[in-house]
């Protein structure tokens, strides 16, 4: 069996939008909860195998580079867990060198970081300025550099000091046509030497001739995993068919997206529960289920409007379904007791007009046969 050397589960990255600089403050100081919750990937499962090339897609903000960031060991999941097997090293336009050190100096440090010694190191710096072609610019600070040089020493240093797993993001956009072949070159190497990459593109050119599989991000969240081709050619339909959209339908899908970031839970956890409650026939809560007596749970898409006088409209729209209702809480931020709760049915629109701007939580919760699951099925946090 083929050996995974990057495992990840469930991995979460939870990022805190402040509307006023106190909040955040009072957010690390108190044990309250203060601002609201933007979710850059939410429950990204995926596997790679030794020598195996992964592509991550998708459009700008779908959560590419915050994913990378995370394997790379640059930033920390919020949640999940995440599993890598050997020397990791990444490679970015404007990330993986030190701007105020020569590019020299970048050499040596990076090294260091990855744990060779110095004479290691100093046996490798030779191919790596051959390979980088900086010429004396080795020995002025990165800072003077153009951004095709950064990246061009970047990925020389990268490349040659062996590690086993490396993450490319967008490095070879700003390259010339000699260079970008010149690395592809490379990087070939060092897949046949039984390495790993990550390679983030937008080229999907380039991610066909070097990726075996593909990781399609939406909005922080997997849309399509799978062989290279097949991925890429659903993500190529969709550009094409998104492209087409006039600007208005356009934006109003990137909002929509935006909008579940700030939410978490799709109902999921509270269907599987409810599907598996009997319906109310007196049977004991030892009875063995039975499967004809589930309730059905129907698909249905959370709506949330603001009006212009500072209510809420709220609506689970879907099939219709008399045995299930929902039960909207309503909480400011900062405290524990909600200040409205409301109940209604499929498409029953609930409305609520709040009193003072403020940020606050709302929580969906589903009941079957007028119980009510308290596990949340889905929240949003807003600012008003």
Known sequence: MDEFVITAKNIEKEYKIYSKKSQKYLDFFLPKSFGTSFYALDDV????KRGESLA????????????ANILAGAAEASGGELETVGKVSMIAVNAGVDPFLTGMDNIVQKGLMLGMDHKQIQERIPEIIEFADLGDFIYQQVKT????????????????????????DEALSVGDPTFTEKCLTKMNEFRQNGKTIIFVSHSIAQVRMFCDTALWLEGGRVREAGNCMDVTSKYVKFVRDFNALDNATRKKYVNSIRERQRRKGDGEAARKILESMEK????????????????DIPEYELVLEHKDNG???????????DSVRFA???YKQGEKNPIIRMQYKYDQESTYTFEESGTYRVRLFMLANGEINMITSDWFDINL
């Not at 998708?58 to 915050?66: D, E, H, P």
């Not at 550099?145 to 490319?168: Q, V």
């Not at 109310?280 to 309730?295: F, K, L, M």
């Open 328 to 330: 909207w809480y309503i």
């Open 45 to 48: 499962s995926f596997n790679v």
């Open 280 to 295: 109310s026939s007196g049977e004991s809560d030892t009875t063995e289920a039975n499967p004809e007596a589930y309730v």
């Open 56 to 67: 991550l897609i998708g459009l700008n903000g779908s959560g590419k580079t915050t994913l």
């Open 311 to 321: 209510g809420l409209v709220m609506r689970a729209a879907g099939e219709r379904c």
């Open 145 to 168: 550099y153009s951004s095709g040089m950064r990246s061009r020493l970047g990925f020389a240093i990268s490349i040659n000091i062996d590690p086993d797993i490396m993450i490319i």
